[in-house]
């Protein structure tokens, strides 16, 4: 059983928006800061976004400055990442996980691992 169930992914043109979705499966969505990550075909993975637990104080990369929005809903144990003007440069798998503190971009791990989801694929292409 997967720690989070994403969504919301898909083809778009650049200039585009999606806006993805990260839903809690059995797990304390509330105790944990949120972070969203991607990884492009051949390259490592990445943080792009995170949202603390305490006060929603959220964290971008500088790639996305400007263009992402990370926000939360605790009561539905749902977290979204809304993303505009998108570029190529944006295409890759998207995965929420959970993580102590928003900053770092570190993933907790618990007894049956990293606590992060299997992701949905965005693909920015005209």
């Known amino acids: 059983q997967v720690p989070f169930v994403e969504s919301g992914g898909g083809l778009v043109q650049p200039g585009g928006s999606l806006r993805l979705s990260c839903a809690a499966n059995?797990?304390?969505?509330?105790?944990?800061?949120i972070g969203w990550y991607r990884q492009a075909p051949g390259k490592e993975s990445e943080g792009v976004s995170c949202?603390?637990?305490?006060?929603?104080?959220?964290h971008h990369a500088d790639s996305v400055k400007g263009r992402f929005t990370i926000s939360r809903d605790n009561e539905n144990n749902v977290a979204y990442l809304q993303m505009d003007s998108l570029t190529p440069e944006d295409t890759g798998l998207y995965y929420c996980?959970?993580?102590?503190?928003?900053?770092?971009?570190?993933?907790?791990?618990?007894?049956?691992?990293?606590?992060r989801g299997q992701g949905t694929q965005v693909t920015v292409s005209s």
């Open positions: 059995g797990f304390n969505f509330g105790y944990y800061a």
């Open positions: 949202i603390s637990h305490r006060d929603a104080t959220t």
């Open positions: 996980a959970g993580q102590i503190s928003c900053p770092p971009f570190t993933i907790a791990v618990n007894h049956r691992g990293p606590i």
